[in-house]
C-alpha cells in the first residue's frame, strides 16, 4: 500500500509540475506616484494638521475676550499720552515744518532784501539791546517779515573780503536798476545813486524826476503807517517873534 502511495504521490508532483508553471525571473512592477496624496486614508495613518491651520479654524473671540483687548489698547493709548514733554516735538521742529508746508518745498527767496550793512545794524542792535530791539520790534521798522529778521538773526556768516567786494558790487547793481525803473515813474532817487549817474538827463534834457510827474509814485519808507503829521508842521510858518506858528484855518468857502 505504501507503494502504491509513493506512486500516486509521485504522480501528482509531476503532473503540478506541467500545471502551475512560475517564471525564473520575477516580472518588473510599474511604479505609480500620485501627484496628491490619497484622502482616504485611515485615522490612524492621517497626519496631524499644521499650526496655522489650527488657528485659521479657530473659534471667533468671545465677548469676555474682545473686552479685555479694549482695555489692553485704551491702556497703551493713555501711556501713549501721559508721555513726558521731553518727547515731543522741539519748537524750532515745528516752526520748520510749518514754513516748509508755507512755502510748498522752495527755497526762502523774499522780495524784499536788506543791504548787507543793515542787516549788520540789525544784529548789532539785536546783540547790544535784545530786549528793545526784538524781532517784532525789527520785523515792523524795517518793513521785512519776522521769518526774515530771525534769519538774519540766526545766521552766523562772515564773508571774506574778496566775498564782501563780491557782493557789494551785485547790491549795488541791484539798487542801480531798481532806481532807474523808478526815475522813469518820476521818483526823484538819492544824492548817492544820481553821482553814480542814475536818472541823468543827456543831451542837455530835464532829468525825468524833474518833469511834472514827479513823486506821483507812493514809496514807503521806514516809518510806521500810524506816523501822523499835520500839513503845518512840515513847513512852519516863523512870525516876528522868531517862534513857530500854525497857519490858520480857512473854511472851504471862503478859499473859494
Not at 512592477?29 to 500620485?34: G, S, V
Not at 539785536?126 to 524795517?142: E, G, I, M, R
Not at 539798487?175 to 522813469?184: A, K
Not at 490858520?248 to 473859494?256: A, E, F, K, W
Amino acid at each position: 500500500m505504501s507503494c502504491h502511495n509513493c506512486a500516486r504521490r509521485t504522480l501528482g508532483l509531476f503532473i503540478r509540475s506541467f500545471a502551475n508553471v512560475e517564471p525564473t525571473f520575477a516580472p518588473k512592477r510599474t511604479l505609480i506616484r500620485n501627484a496628491q496624496p490619497s484622502r482616504l486614508l485611515h485615522a490612524s495613518t492621517a497626519r496631524a494638521p499644521y499650526k496655522s491651520d489650527q488657528r485659521d479654524r479657530a473659534a471667533p473671540p468671545t465677548q469676555k475676550e474682545a473686552d479685555i483687548e479694549a482695555i489692553a489698547e485704551n491702556a497703551e493709548n493713555a501711556e501713549d499720552d501721559a508721555l513726558p514733554a521731553k518727547y515731543e516735538r522741539p519748537a524750532w521742529q515745528a516752526h520748520k515744518a510749518a514754513l516748509k508746508e508755507k512755502l510748498n518745498g522752495e527755497a526762502w527767496n523774499p522780495r524784499k532784501k536788506l543791504s548787507p550793512d543793515t542787516m549788520e545794524g540789525i544784529r548789532h542792535l539785536h546783540s547790544t539791546q535784545p530786549d528793545k530791539f526784538t524781532t517784532p520790534v525789527l520785523a515792523q521798522h524795517f518793513k521785512v517779515s519776522p521769518e526774515a529778521i530771525r534769519r538774519i538773526l540766526k545766521s552766523k556768516w562772515q564773508p571774506s573780503d574778496e566775498e564782501y567786494e563780491a557782493r557789494m558790487e551785485r547790491w549795488n547793481k541791484r539798487g542801480e536798476r531798481i532806481w532807474t525803473n523808478l526815475v522813469e515813474m518820476g521818483v526823484k532817487p538819492p544824492k548817492k545813486w544820481r553821482e553814480m549817474g542814475v536818472g541823468r538827463a543827456r543831451g542837455g534834457e530835464r532829468p525825468k524826476w524833474k518833469s511834472d510827474r514827479r513823486n506821483l509814485v507812493h514809496v514807503r519808507d521806514s516809518a510806521s503807517d500810524s506816523f501822523v503829521m499835520d500839513d503845518g508842521d512840515i513847513i512852519p510858518i516863523v512870525d516876528g517873534t522868531g517862534k513857530a506858528r500854525r497857519a490858520p484855518d480857512i473854511p472851504l468857502t471862503r478859499r473859494l
